[in-house]
Nanobody, 126 residues
Framework: QVPLVESGGGLVQAGGSLRLSCTAS????????LGWFRQAPGEEREFVAA????????EYGESVKGRFIISRDAAKNIVYLQMNTLKPEDSATYLC???????????????????WGQGTEVTVSA
């Protein structure tokens, strides 16, 4: 299994920005989907964004569309989540995920992703 390690979380004021990073080691993801879920206390995990690693096609959850941007640096094996215009409801633990079974089709279901990071916490204050 390849480890996924997130970083970049923290405390930010509403309207501010953060950039999360997910670094994969042990293998590359030339034919995989990489993405982000988030989970707030007492809530179900929610699909945030995903990207096809080789071609860079991205999809977003409705609640973050237009505010978040997912990208990747294939050479460095890093996936980023740029979060702009943050709202208090964006507060959650953000988890990096990988689906090595797919190369150009993005699934939004949790069970499709075989690899999960430990998560990085994002807190947005009013």
């Amino acid at each position: 299994q390849v480890p996924l390690v997130e970083s970049g979380g923290g405390l930010v004021q509403a309207g501010g920005s953060l950039r999360l990073s997910c670094t994969a080691s042990g293998r590359t993801f030339n034919s995989a989907v990489l993405g982000w879920f988030r989970q707030a206390p007492g809530e179900e995990r929610e699909f945030v964004a995903a990207i096809t690693y080789n071609s860079g096609v991205a999809e977003y959850g409705e609640s973050v569309k237009g505010r978040f941007i997912i990208s990747r640096d294939a050479a460095k094996n890093i996936v980023y989540l740029q979060m702009n215009t943050l709202k208090p409801e964006d507060s959650a633990t953000y988890l990096c995920v990988a689906d090595p079974k797919r190369a150009h089709t993005i699934s939004r279901t949790q069970v499709s992703f075989d690899y999960w990071g430990q998560g990085t916490e994002v807190t947005v204050s009013a």
